[in-house]
């Protein structure tokens, strides 16, 4: 079974008030145990689906499943992200890894 990680890098604001965003860094990977440092998603579908909740465009998600095919992993740069769409990502993926 494969895993797609999700890694969310925060790039801090480059105005004084402005918005942080963050770096996505999706890879897919054989599954492992104990694996804390990036948020699991036991499919491309379920995190697709996730990420489109937050606001990332079918284009961008069809260039990134057209990428991890190929090279297993895809960034995508400048997502701006509020603090509910982060705990979305986080609590999406709790929720999966409870149903498996």
């Given at each position: 079974?494969?895993?797609?990680?999700?890694?969310?890098?925060?790039?801090?604001?480059?105005?004084?008030?402005?918005?942080?965003?963050?770096?996505?860094l999706?890879?897919?990977?054989?599954?492992?145990?104990?694996?804390?440092?990036?948020?699991?998603?036991?499919?491309?579908?379920?995190?697709?689906?996730?990420?489109?909740?937050?606001?990332?465009g079918?284009?961008?998600?069809?260039?990134?499943?057209?990428?991890?095919?190929?090279?297993?992993?895809?960034?995508?740069?400048?997502?701006?992200?509020?603090?509910?769409?982060?705990?979305?990502?986080?609590?999406?993926?709790?929720?999966?890894?409870?149903?498996?």
């Amino acid at each position: 079974m494969e895993l797609c990680k999700l890694h969310m890098l925060k790039h801090h604001p480059k105005l004084p008030n402005g918005p942080a965003t963050y770096q996505l860094l999706i890879a897919r990977e054989a599954s492992q145990s104990g694996s804390v440092q990036s948020v699991n998603f036991p499919s491309w579908d379920s995190l697709a689906r996730t990420l489109a909740s937050v606001g990332v465009g079918e284009t961008e998600l069809q260039d990134a499943k057209a990428e991890l095919d190929v090279n297993r992993h895809y960034k995508i740069t400048g997502v701006s992200l509020s603090p509910a769409q982060i705990e979305l990502l986080s609590a999406s993926s709790d929720e999966l890894g409870k149903t498996r």
